[in-house]
């Protein structure tokens, strides 16, 4: 089993930026493609971004893409989400997540962390 613990989130103003960590433990992040997702108040919890288990891919949400850039270390097993130009949309809480499949579903993926809180002023 593989614990996640995600921690960056806070406020921030419309055009900031904030870098989300995931920290894993029990096992090494490298086993795994590594997600982020995020969840708005009463809504289903939607697809931000996966990197693959070496980290040479990566894939976003068109609703980020070009504004948020995944990165992982495996020695540190640290994942991150490095988020740019945020806008209030971007404000809901950040799950870091860990499977075995390259794929932007909530499905793939079996390990979750408890999740940070962005918000988003404007």
């Known amino acids: 089993q593989v614990q996640l613990v995600e921690s960056g989130g806070g406020l921030v103003q419309t055009g900031g930026s904030l870098r989300l960590s995931c920290a894993a433990s029990?096992?090494?992040?490298?086993?795994?493609?590594m997600g982020w997702f995020r969840q708005h108040p009463g809504k289903e919890r939607e697809f931000v971004a996966f990197?693959?288990?070496?980290?040479?891919?990566?894939y976003y949400g068109d609703y980020v893409k070009g504004r948020f850039a995944v990165s992982r270390d495996n020695a540190d097993n640290t994942v991150y989400l490095q988020m740019n130009s945020l806008e209030p949309d971007d404000a809901a809480i950040y799950y870091c997540?860990?499977?075995?499949?390259?794929?932007?579903?909530?499905?793939?993926?079996?390990?979750w962390g408890q999740g940070t809180q962005v918000t988003v002023s404007s």
């Open positions: 029990g096992r090494s992040i490298s086993r795994y493609v």
């Open positions: 990197i693959t288990k070496s980290g040479s891919d990566t």
């Open positions: 997540a860990a499977g075995l499949s390259a794929l932007p579903i909530v499905g793939a993926y079996g390990y």
